[in-house]
């Protein structure tokens, strides 16, 4: 039996590695292909079908496209690249450890920190993610709190 790769991947990997956000070494095989898939497919219609559609009704297609690809791309990467670690884990490593009286707390045995009573541990990431929702593999950052408007709009 072959075994899972991400379970031993967590198993070998250093244990204080931790990804803040998309572009932390090492890329997953899933980010190369939805960024070049993403620029492929806006290379092929700036040099085959853009040309073609700027005469005739169909010109208002070109107007579309291209504000609303820009706003693809542009919440994609914002996706990745927020950190959406609990603010405790953010704190903890910035040398700030201030704790919100009102803020209900859990202890985090992996983490080994008090973090937010609705966060949950991402094992890819090795890190406590406030409100999380999921890990995106297409994305490679996990998806909570922070960072989950721009997921769902991307």
């Known amino acids: 039996m072959a075994g899972c790769t991400a379970c031993a991947d967590r198993r070998t990997r250093d244990p204080n ?46 107007v579309a496209f291209f504000p609303s690809c820009t706003l693809l791309f542009g919440l994609g990467l914002r996706t990745m690249t927020v950190d959406p670690a609990s603010r405790e884990t953010a704190e903890v490593e910035s040398g700030k450890e201030d704790r919100a009286a009102d803020v209900k707390t859990r202890y985090c045995p992996v983490c080994t920190l008090v973090v937010a009573e609705n966060s949950k541990h991402c094992w890819t990431c090795n890190k406590c993610v406030d409100g999380f929702d999921h890990h995106c593999v297409w994305l490679n950052t996990c998806v909570g709190k922070k960072n989950y408007i721009t997921f769902l709009m991307s």
């Not at 190369?32 to 853009?50: E, G, K, M, Q, S």
């Open 17 to 62: 590695f931790r990804r803040r956000n998309s572009w932390d070494l090492p890329p997953s095989p899933q980010v190369v292909i939805a960024v070049t898939v993403c620029l492929v497919d806006l290379v092929v219609y700036c040099l085959l079908f853009a040309p073609t559609l700027q005469r005739g009704p169909l010109w208002p297609l070109n």
